[in-house]
Nanobody
Framework: QVQLVESGGGLVQAGGSLRLSCAAS????????VGWFRQAPGKDREFVAA????????RYLDSMKGRFTVSRDNSANTVYLQMNSLKPEDTAVYYC??????????????????WGQGTQVTVSS
């Protein structure tokens, strides 16, 4: 069992930056893939970025590449999402999720077992 808590959301002007944190407890966090997802009002949840268990490999939604960076510190049981050049369309609730590493294959979105409660990011124009 893994418990995830996101933090770092808030209100920022367009062009600004935020760093989200996802703090984990309850199990060996270094054995988990971690993904970031977001959901805007009236829209489906979408994948943003993911990082493998060791932090040596990452994946991003194409529109995030170059603006968002995912990283992790397993000694601190924390995954980060650095968001730069924010746009009003980035406004959403951001969630982190974890999936135990049962293989080396990247998990599909539906395979993530543990989810945080989300943190609101609002980008004003």
């Amino acid at each position: 069992q893994v418990q995830l808590v996101e933090s770092g959301g808030g209100l920022v002007q367009a062009g600004g930056s935020l760093r989200l944190s996802c703090a984990a407890s309850g199990h060996t966090f270094s054995s988990y893939f971690v993904g970031w997802f977001r959901q805007a009002p009236g829209k489906d949840r979408e994948f943003v970025a993911a990082i493998n268990w060791s932090g040596t490999s990452t994946r991003y939604l194409d529109s995030m590449k170059g603006r968002f960076t995912v990283s992790r510190d397993n000694s601190a049981n924390t995954v980060y999402l650095q968001m730069n050049s924010l746009k009003p369309e980035d406004t959403a609730v951001y969630y982190c999720a974890a999936k135990y590493r049962s293989s080396n294959s990247w998990p599909s979105s539906w395979e993530y077992s543990y989810w945080g409660q989300g943190t609101q990011v609002t980008v004003s124009s």
